[in-house]
């Protein structure tokens, strides 16, 4: 029997010896692998905490303790241990286990976790609101040193070290995000763990002080380990956040459990803002994953042999439009000089890592800071310089004052290209791209475009980047491109402000957004096979519109049906509807969207069949419609 399916709870694990505990970081590392191989997930920042997080709740009394996970891609072993091994096969699908923390799915999950830097701030809170009911729990935050790069980071470490709050910060340093990290703070973080004098000072003293801890020297050993703490604080980044307030320990071998309980059992008994440095390897036991090859491995699609991470079954489909994008970018960089890349610690995810080995002058990746990202493209928007700045739809909302106030107002020519927009599949909530059709309408000034397949995606970045009178922002899915895509130099720019008519019908007009466009012709065919006669139109710019060709929509057909893979709350469907009612009051104007509610991990194809906005669904509207007199001209 292994020692991991002896394991309930983590009061299991306080019953446990050292070696024990040692074999059971071994069989939940096996567990992960073989359970991620099978159904995907983010496994490498995972395999990098399994010591930690096993320390951690030895030594801390969870759940009354409180844990606070940063991202929740560390979280994977906390799952593990805290009650819920049975359930990890549902890992990422519907109805099972979340690909991340979950306040609904355990009490041991504190605070809910998908995007980085949260836990400082909310674990603090939750400090405070401890101590304002008189409760005498610990509360700990344990935070990546690539989401430290994060300015909501430090705001929440100066807001909270210089108090007296019982309050612990745990700084997993595994020099990588997904990305390998960038940065000041990356450096110094890296320097204790390469400064040649430390490590040398530290061997020495430490075979010193082991030979003379007995008898007449054991005062002068104690003496000397004394001064070891002072030459650390002097060459290590204990500095840094002694002077914010923190006391500092570290740097601790995050993969030695003897070592990491006995310091988090010692940080437990004292009080105040304290934070314990430990340092780990992302992917550790699994050697696809291991650093440097860490960020190709940092997700396991499902599918792949646990042992060397390779897919068991070969792929047939398209490229993403993530690789199409990448591809495309770095081919119109040759032709325009003025264009720039930046993205926030997300090279990969976002296809631009052919970008930053093609034109690695022109390359910018920030780290985990959006905010700074926007900011620092309207920078270079001023001096004549064309970024394209590439992050998830669901990232983007971090940077939206800066879009805003820094973008758009000064009318700065960025281009925001917003991938994994939409519906995220297995990623769940926290990675929904359901909102940037919304904030970025609401934009003065702003252009907002979504393409229906690859070939388009790649022209309308060549128009905005050929656009110079504000900022110009398009959206493309987690998916794969429909369609085979020509080189860059082969595509001209789509003409501004156009929509383009795919099919011609007398009844009903559906006025399809990006993705939906492809799901509404067939949805078309379908009513067409009924007799059901429709017109469809790709709506590739949403702002501004085609201003002509919806006023021969509205004055030939008596009803439209706007599809968006988007929130239906202030969408492009509630922009037509106040449009239309201007142009024409009795043309009826129906919305077809993501409804207003949360949704949950499912493939994608389910979640578009659930929100009634696949090729069935919208048929399904169309003929409602119709069937209740709505499209027959009067």
Not at 380 to 398: C, D, E, M, N, W
Not at 610 to 631: H, K, N, P, T, W
């Amino acid at each position: 029997m292994s020692v991991l399916s002896r394991i309930q709870s983590p009061a299991d694990l306080r019953r446990l010896s050292s070696a024990e505990l040692i074999t059971l970081a071994d069989d939940v590392r096996q567990f992960l692998i073989e359970t991620c191989s099978q159904t995907g997930g983010h496994i490498g920042a995972g395999l990098g905490v399994v010591e930690l997080t096993i320390a951690l709740h030895v030594a801390f009394d969870t759940p009354t303790d409180q844990l606070v996970w940063d991202v929740g891609h560390q979280g994977y072993p906390h799952k593990v241990l805290t009650g819920r091994r049975d359930q990890m096969h549902t890992l990422r699908q519907e109805g099972g286990i979340s690909g991340f923390l979950k306040r609904t799915e355990s009490e041991y999950d504190t605070f809910g976790a998908g995007h980085a830097a949260t836990s400082i701030s909310a674990a603090y809170g939750m400090a405070v609101g401890r101590d304002l009911r008189g409760e005498k729990s610990k509360v700990v935050a344990i935070i990546g040193d690539g989401s430290l790069g994060s300015g909501l980071a430090y705001e929440a470490l100066n807001n909270a070290g210089h108090t007296d709050r019982d309050f612990v910060v745990v700084l997993n340093d595994n020099e990588m995000s997904i990305a390998p990290n960038v940065g000041a703070m990356h450096k110094y973080l890296t320097q204790v763990q390469r400064n040649p004098i430390y490590n040398r000072l530290r061997s020495a003293i430490g075979e010193w002080t082991d030979q003379h801890n007995t008898g007449l020297l054991k005062d002068a050993a104690t003496i000397v380990r004394r001064w070891e703490e002072s030459v650390k604080a002097f060459l290590t980044p204990g500095v840094l956040f002694e002077e914010l307030g923190f006391r500092y320990f570290g740097p601790i071998d995050g993969h030695d459990i003897p070592q990491l309980v006995e310091t988090f059992k010692a940080v437990r008994a004292f009080n105040g803002p304290r934070l314990v440095h430990v340092i780990t390897q992302k992917g550790k036991g699994f050697p696809a994953g291991e650093h440097p090859a860490g960020e190709k491995w940092h997700a396991l699609p499902p599918g792949h042999d646990p042992a060397t991470g390779k897919a068991t079954k070969a792929s047939t489909a398209n490229p993403a439009y993530t690789a199409v994008f990448g591809k495309g970018l770095a081919e119109l960089m040759e032709e325009r000089p003025e264009v720039v890349t930046l993205t926030a610690a997300m090279p990969s995810g976002t296809g631009t890592t052919i970008v930053a080995k093609q034109h690695p002058t022109r390359f910018f990746d920030v780290g985990i800071a959006e905010g700074h990202a926007v900011t620092f493209a309207a920078g270079l928007a001023t001096r004549g310089i064309k970024p394209v700045a590439a992050i998830y739809s669901t990232f983007l909302q971090r940077g939206y004052d800066s879009i805003v106030h820094d973008v758009a107002i000064q009318s700065l020519p960025v281009v925001f290209a917003m991938d994994r927009a939409g519906l995220v599949g297995e990623d769940g909530e926290t990675h929904m791209g359901l909102y940037d059709i919304a904030y970025m309408l609401a934009v003065p000034g702003m252009t907002v475009t979504a393409p229906k397949d690859g070939r388009e995606m790649l022209a309308l970045l060549r128009a905005g980047v050929e656009h110079t009178t504000g900022p110009f922002c398009l959206r493309y899915p987690r998916d794969a491109a429909p369609d085979a895509v020509p080189a860059m130099k082969e595509i001209a720019a789509t003409p501004y402000a156009t929509w383009e008519r795919l099919r011609e019908g007398k009844e009903v007009a559906i006025l399809a957004v990006g993705t939906m466009v492809g799901q509404s012709m067939a949805a078309a065919e379908t009513l067409a096979a009924e007799g059901l006669d429709v017109t469809v139109v790709n709506c590739r710019y949403m702002k501004p519109y085609d201003e002509a060709m919806l006023a021969q929509l509205v004055a030939t057909h008596r009803a439209l049906v706007v599809v968006e893979e988007g929130t239906v709350v202030n969408g492009f469907g509630a922009m037509m509807a106040r449009v239309v009612s201007a142009l024409d009051a009795s043309v009826r104007v129906e919305s077809l969207g993501v409804p207003d509610k949360i949704i949950y991990a499912a493939s994608r194809a389910r979640q578009l069949a659930q929100c009634g906005i696949d090729a069935a669904g919208i048929a399904a509207r169309v003929r409602a419609l119709l069937e209740s007199g709505a499209g027959v001209a009067g």
